[in-house]
């Protein structure tokens, strides 16, 4: 197994040494594998220039798995398009070919007070949003911004294939296949033809999928029915700009981002995974930051990319044992429980390993 | 004061009959208005063949201001693109030039229980969203779904130019203003040209409103931030695709979407009203919508467009005596308050006038 670790900016480099080091204690369960790091975002045009160099993305197309921190910080903000440091990850995303990505929503016993939501409507949360994350309005030819009739217009493409649909959809008819067999399909077909075709082709590919039931919503009734009634859903698919918002904002309905990990898959499984949450400069470097994210994606990658569903569970467990055990970084923290760094906090799920 | 009535379908015309209840209650105040009403959405096809007559167009277009009802429904969701009920409502938006839509999301007090956010982070909400509305993905070109390389690819553009940017900004700049001075534009510049354009023109605009603080959000962080705490918002201006998708989950945030109202004005504050919430065909024509929104939109219709400040009192002075009176339509019944059907809810609000 050989792993491309990415620390990026921000908290990035700090919660990704808990990471590996939970990766490493799982070497003596006979688990074999390589690690060789790399920089993307900011610090990687610092030092090169670019936010997505070369040699970045050859040890990420040599590696079966990436593992991600976080990118971007205000210092790089006022620099051209092409340099600012989320170009890398959607340069990274498009290059590896990465369109299946999965955001966990899941509210944890321990942490229900974290949500806005009254804990009746968010107790047992557990939605799987599944994102388009290659095509849409994302990538999408023509745009830009030119001078027309004398003024500055700005112009972007929203457009998906068939094809893209189609692969998109079976990972989540499948995802849905694993648990409750119900999917939700998000889109805007009454307004835009491109999400009608969306709608057409998950109709179509339900024809394979008798065991699942496919239902469809429009984005912005979607964004209102998350907040009304989350536990409503169970897996969420959507294309790349709809979902963005809306794995955010389900992200946010369990109160503790800081808690959730994420991953985007090609078509053989291999995979990119981080942390749901940004790269928080206002806490980088200070040893504040929770760990339990990365080191969550660390679970899914032992998953979903090494099909090592034991040890992933190894991990689920442990991370669930240090909440049981009180332990919480400042982003979780409520009176009654233990405050914890990030070191302390990665010391405490590899004991509980 | 000419007005065109246009109640639509399915409790849209129950609504309407209140709202104009409360209008004629205010004849005998002085205000001297005509109505005419006209039909949109699913009954213009029943009847027309199309969800906008010219007929109707035409008298909307006579009138100093237009209510609404509602449009759409089940038995119309199967026909073809150009002629379901949601085609009259962007129809009528885009002939009128209606491109200033504007979204309150308040929180009556007696109605705090309804949301499902813990009260101490909705209690006194209240967010003006503007929405651009007759630009954006909603009406740009190209558009369409066609074959290309064997296959069905569906599109859409997103566009604005500078001077559609500028005019709804101004709109928001000014109602900041008139309330907290705080504007928070929303957009996704760090990945949509369209939208860097949005922001860039956003902020040479700030320099005619040196009083109103501008800050700047991207669109998957304003999904959470709603979430995590609404109450950090004043005033939110936003594209017509975005905006779809926040004021909705802006306005869920209440819990009492039957509520809302909005407004959708042109450049000399013409003005369409109506409210936020749907036809809702399940409990159409059974006499239990709740009025409320359309009745408060009768009060924005008087505030934007005919400048009377202190009838639109009135009517919201009315409706928050039937409130704190204990009347609730079902939608926002709790035990302790008396359930009422719509007509009673209209008297109500006549009585309390
Ligand atoms: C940083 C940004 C380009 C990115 C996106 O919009 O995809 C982020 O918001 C995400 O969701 O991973
Ligand atoms: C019915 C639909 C076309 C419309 C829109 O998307 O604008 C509605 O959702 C709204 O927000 O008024």
Redo the contacts with the bound molecule.
Sequence with gaps: MKICVLPGDGIGPEIMAQAVRVLEALRTDGLAFEIEEAKIGGCAVDADGVPLPESTLALARAADAVLLGAVGGPQWDALPREQRPERGLLGIRKALNLFGNLRPAILYPELANASSLKPELVAGLDIMIVRELTGDIYFGQPRGIESRDGERVGFNTMIYSESEIRRIGKVAFDIARKRNRKLCSVD?M??LECTQLWRDVMIELSADYPDVELSHM?V?NAAMQLVKNPKQFDVVVTGNMFGDILSDEAAMLTGSIGMLPSASLDENNKGMYEPSHGSAPDIAGKGLANPLATILSVAMMLRYTFNQEAAAVRIEKAVKKVLADGLRTGDIYEPGTRKVGTIDMGDAVVAAL
């Design positions: 805007k009454n307004v429009l912005d």
